[in-house]
């Protein structure tokens, strides 16, 4: 098996864990944990919570499918759709959690995961593009 394809199998594995997590930290009762702070630095903690859980996304899934990036056009829709991807995720979480008796559907929930996958995804293109450009 060649490197670069062990690789995408790796970080495809770990793809795949992440989600499992995810779904888990979102759809788990998490009732019976002691108190935490409602605000950090004045943000609602569950919206850093939404936040640090879909920043992963779109960083992994270009990990995974890195190959598919080797011009800057291929880069940019691979952008688009892993961002799509990523929010259709998102938002099919926050439906899953109106569904759930002990959990509840925030927008502003889905916007923090949105958030987070937009900038993960701008961040993780810019780089690509700058090892194309270091690369040629």
Known sequence: ??????????????????IVAVG??????FEKISDVPKLILGIPTDKIVHFCLFFPFPILAYL?????????LKAF??????C???A??????EI???????RDQ????????????????????IIDICQMRSSK
């Open 1 to 18: 098996m060649k490197p670069n394809r062990t690789r995408s199998i790796l970080f495809s594995i770990a793809m795949i864990l992440y």
């Open 96 to 102: 899953g959690q109106a569904m759930i008796p002990y």
């Open 84 to 86: 799509a991807v990523g």
């Open 106 to 125: 925030d927008i502003h929930d889905f916007y923090a995961d949105c958030l987070a996958i937009g900038i993960a995804g701008t961040i993780t293109f």
């Open 77 to 82: 829709g691979a952008l688009v759709s892993i």
């Open 24 to 29: 888990y930290l979102l759809f788990s009762n």
């Open 88 to 93: 259709i995720f998102a938002g099919i979480t």
């Open 64 to 72: 995974a499918y890195d190959k598919l990036t080797d011009t800057p």
